[in-house]
């Protein structure tokens, strides 16, 4: 087999060694149009997980690297004069230069050719005289470029500058230093990889960048202008650049790996942002995946699918961290005016890959301090601390999200609702929120939706309230009311999801005569002020129905499509009128049913509103106008924010992820101040603490974990050994409250090895 490797960095050395190695008849050439002093960057950091690998798949090349590795266990963050450390971490880093002629003579040794200073073939001519051609030629691959229809491209610019550097420094422990200038907030990310010498990354947002000057300087003058400005750091030491340029971080994503027998691999494939270190280590176990697949696999093309399909879910799940990372640097500002060990928190936990749990088991007296620092009693996770809203104390910081159910008639909440909500009241949850109830009939989304605009609704609900009040030790119940706008007169979900109804459709109205689905959905009447004014008060009326029932907090819902939230979003409002055009027209309607209802709704109970922060969509809702929003709603008496996304039009192509709306609820609250509830895919309640403790949420509203399990709340004090009043279980279930034993399934365990 004849094998062809564009691009000697790390990646493209590491595959061809494993290759040659695996198999001593295989001819491999690799092609490196530089040279290894022309390296770019200074140290790379490996993972045990990669090094492990390296051990296994080579042991002679990771007895090599070992002795060159400089290891640490810290992290310290330096912000306002005062520096957090986080111990447990356990890094190793070496030189990269280093590490390329390691690779280099490993593969001289098994018969690799290796060219440097040496442009390769293009792919397609290597492709007709060899039998597997690797593409290893990083995030500017020319060889994706000339194949962009084959592999999809999708590069996607950020928009902080950076800079990779080097310092004369002796570290030990990766160190995040914040700087707050005249110019903005600038950050350098120093790692050492030898024991005299230190990565140094020096980044900020664009704005800053060309504010600072640094848009004029050459590679001298930035670097005489950031020794300058981390001079408390630096200690007097120089800095080093290798023709070093500031520049853009490019996320590189392709619908396809390969084309033929071309594959691609690294960062030619995909890229990952520096701050969680993933680039060298996601190049190198491809390199293992691939010769790994085409030792398996009986022909290439099997093996270059396996390859990827083994690789993907890897790599997406490594790039969903590396932007949550990015994105909060780039959001770095908001961030600043946290207390010092909430930022040193929030920092740690940026990626959403390390956690509230994650860092206990790494460094306990930190993730204590921590804790106290926000306020949890000693022995209390964060998540059952506490919180306040006007004149109701929520015992816990869990609430059960709005889902809706579709069993009413009529309009009526029953038995089911009753049993639904008043069994995750005893399940621990601090506040039970129903489902969208609708101010009108006509406001319904499905002819199951439920209702409060008559009296025996009013006397249903309180049913449930009273319920919840009575048995659910101390849980607190919300009402979320809503109107289901052009978003109506549709199927039971498991019918049908916003499928017309077969018959009996009830007319829809909206901002617009825009249908949600063209040609599926009615063509919804456009309301006329006399009809917006009879819904606010439709809902106002609801509201103080609600305030009789008995609940102890109210939610309007601006989101998700329905009438108020297809106001808000320019998609979905074409209006002309004093209720459209821009976003101080489209938030008129809104505002004004949030003012009939909190004059209505007692002064000692809190009111929320839930908001699509996000439209998922070109030209939709953004998360400016998102923050924009949020200080209306605050200033018109909303208590907090619930901060959803998405779901106002059908088109939307939501960043679906672990915690993926989050971002949104963090933002709002650390640029407004607003107490916020966090929604979107958080289904542990290690993410439950991570969130709080990090300052990103107030509450976390969690819905399909509910689902599968009512008790999810006291499950997951029991889970973390806590059994203090916020959580308390129904005297009825007391017994309950230890996990029942089950059978044993480990067998002895051999005490002695015998040789012979």
Not at 66 to 85: L, N, T
Not at 474 to 486: D, K, M, T, V, Y
Not at 569 to 582: E, I, K, M, V
């Amino acid at each position: 087999m004849r094998i062809a490797v564009i691009g000697g960095g790390p990646g493209g050395l590491y595959a061809a060694a494993l290759l040659k190695r695996l198999d001593p008849a295989r001819s491999v050439t690799v092609w490196e149009r530089g040279a290894p002093e022309d390296s770019f960057g200074f140290g790379v950091v490996f993972s045990d997980e990669t090094l492990g690998g390296i051990a296994q798949a080579d042991p002679v090349l990771h007895a090599a690297v070992q002795r060159e590795f400089v290891r640490w266990q810290d992290i310290v963050i330096h912000h306002r004069g005062r520096s957090a450390r986080s111990g447990g971490h356990g890094f190793a880093a070496l030189d990269r230069r280093r590490l390329l002629v390691l690779l280099a003579e490993r593969c001289r040794d098994l018969g690799v050719q290796v060219h440097v200073r040496t442009a390769a073939p293009p792919a397609a001519e290597l492709a007709a005289g060899y039998d597997l051609v690797v593409a290893a030629d990083g995030a500017r691959s020319a060889t994706r470029g000339a194949h962009a229809e084959a592999f999809g491209p999708r590069l996607t610019p950020h928009d902080c500058r950076y800079i990779w550097l080097s310092a004369e420094l002796p570290l030990d422990a990766f160190r995040f230093e914040i700087l707050e200038t005249p110019h903005g907030v600038m950050q350098a990310h120093a790692y050492p990889y030898r024991a005299d010498a230190a990565t140094f990354i020096v980044e900020m947002t664009e704005e800053v960048w060309r504010r600072a000057g640094f848009d004029t300087l050459d590679e001298a003058g930035s670097i005489a202008a950031c020794e300058k400005l981390f001079a408390r750091l630096l200690d007097g030491r120089p800095l080093h650049g290798n023709r070093s340029r500031w520049q853009h971080f490019t996320t590189v994503v392709n619908e396809r790996w390969r084309d033929g027998s071309t594959v691609l691999l690294g960062d030619a494939a995909h890229t990952a942002h520096f701050s969680i270190g993933s680039g060298t280590k996601l190049a190198m176990e491809d390199a293992l995946a691939l010769a790994a697949c085409l030792r398996e696999h009986p022909d290439t093309a099997t093996a270059l699918a396996a390859y990827e399909a083994e690789r993907r879910p890897v790599v997406a799940s490594t790039q969903r961290a590396a932007l949550a990372s990015l994105e909060w640097f780039e959001r770095l500002a908001q961030y600043v005016d946290q207390p010092p060990l909430q930022f040193a928190f929030n920092l740690l936990t940026r990626s959403r890959r390390v956690t509230h749990d994650n860092l206990r088991l790494r460094d306990r007296a930190f993730t204590d301090t921590v804790e106290a620092s926000f306020g949890a009693p000693p022995g209390t996770p964060p998540m059952f601390t506490p919180f306040s809203l006007r004149g109701l104390t929520l015992r816990n910081r869990v609430v059960v999200s709005p889902m809706d159910m579709y069993t009413a008639i009529d309009g009526m909440p029953g038995d089911f609702h009753l049993v639904h909500l008043g069994g995750r009241a005893l399940g621990g949850a601090g506040l039970v929120m129903t489902e969208m109830v609708c101010v009108s009939p006509e406001g319904r989304i499905t002819p199951g939706c439920t209702g409060l605009w008559n009296d025996e609704q009013e006397a249903a609900w309180r049913r449930v309230a009273g319920f919840v009040h009575a048995s659910g030790q101390g849980a607190a119940i919300g009402l979320q009311l809503g109107h289901s706008g052009r978003k109506g007169s549709t199927r039971l979900m498991w019918e049908g999801i916003d499928q017309p109804l077969p018959d009996g459709n009830w007319p829809v109205a909206a901002p617009s005569p825009l249908p949600y689905r063209p040609g599926v959905n009615q063509v919804p009447h456009a309301l006329t002020p006399a009809e917006l004014a009879r819904i606010r008060d439709q809902f106002a009326a609801a509201a103080e129905r609600g305030a009789r029932a008995g609940f102890d907090l109210l939610e309007l819902h601006c989101a998700h499509g329905y009438l108020l939230s297809s106001f808000l979003s320019p998609l979905t409002n074409h209006r002309t009128d004093a209720y459209g055009g821009d976003l101080t027209g489209r938030l008129r309607f809104p505002l004004e049913v949030l003012d009939a209802v909190r004059r209505v709704w007692p002064g000692d109970r809190p009111l929320s509103v839930r908001i699509s922060a996000t439209d998922w969509a070109p030209g939709g809702t953004t998360g400016d106008d998102a923050v924009h929003i949020a200080r209306a709603l605050a200033a018109h008496g909303a208590d907090a924010v619930d901060v959803s996304t998405g779901q106002v039009v059908p088109d939307e192509a939501p960043a679906y992820g672990r915690s993926y709306q989050t971002p949104f609820a963090d933002r709002i609250r650390n640029e407004t101040g607003l107490p916020v509830i966090a929604v979107g895919a958080i289904s542990s309640w290690d993410d439950v603490n991570s969130l709080l403790l990090a300052g990103r949420a107030d509450l976390c509203a969690l819905a399909r974990p509910h689902l599968y399990d009512p008790h999810w709340t006291l499950h997951a004090a029991a889970e973390q050994g806590y059994e203090g009043p916020a959580a308390p279980w129904p005297p009825s279930y007391r017994a309950g409250r230890r996990p029942p034993p089950i059978g044993r399934t480990d067998a002895p365990k051999p005490r002695l090895t015998l040789d012979g």
